[in-house]
Nanobody
Framework: VQLQASGGGLVQAGGSLRLSCAAS????????VGWYRQAPGNEREWVAS???????IYAESAKGRFTISRDNAKNMVYLQMNSLKPEDTAVYSC???????????????WGPGTQVTVSS
């Protein structure tokens, strides 16, 4: 199983980016998927999560600006980020709680992140 975040880049303050998280490999089912970020010198910070049924939850810093969504058929999760601020600069990564078989246990997988840089 592999998770890969993509879509990062350099954007001016006020701009937008859409991040993608792709899950691949032998996957039976995916439950919650979350986006996290880590800025230099800071601890990893949770940004948003989405459950299999589509319910979402956001960190206060993301509310009203970020939207998490998923395409279960493609094993993809997206993070639309609008009104970006310099303090959003960080490496963004995704995690997924998934099972590789019907009888298996739920396990959280992580993938490498993608750099988001917001210039002022």
């Amino acid at each position: 199983v592999q998770l890969q975040a993509s879509g990062g880049g350099l954007v001016q303050a006020g701009g937008s980016l859409r991040l993608s998280c792709a899950a691949s490999g032998s996957i039976f089912s995916i439950n919650a998927v979350g986006w996290y970020r880590q800025a230099p010198g800071n601890e990893r910070e949770w940004v948003a999560s989405i459950r299999n049924g589509g319910s979402t939850i956001y960190a206060e810093s993301a509310k009203g600006r970020f939207t998490i969504s998923r395409d279960n058929a493609k094993n993809m999760v997206y993070l639309q980020m609008n009104s970006l601020k310099p303090e959003d600069t960080a490496v963004y990564s995704c995690s997924a709680d998934l099972k590789v078989t019907n009888q298996g246990v739920w396990r959280r997988y992580w993938g490498p992140g993608t750099q988001v840089t917001v210039s002022s």
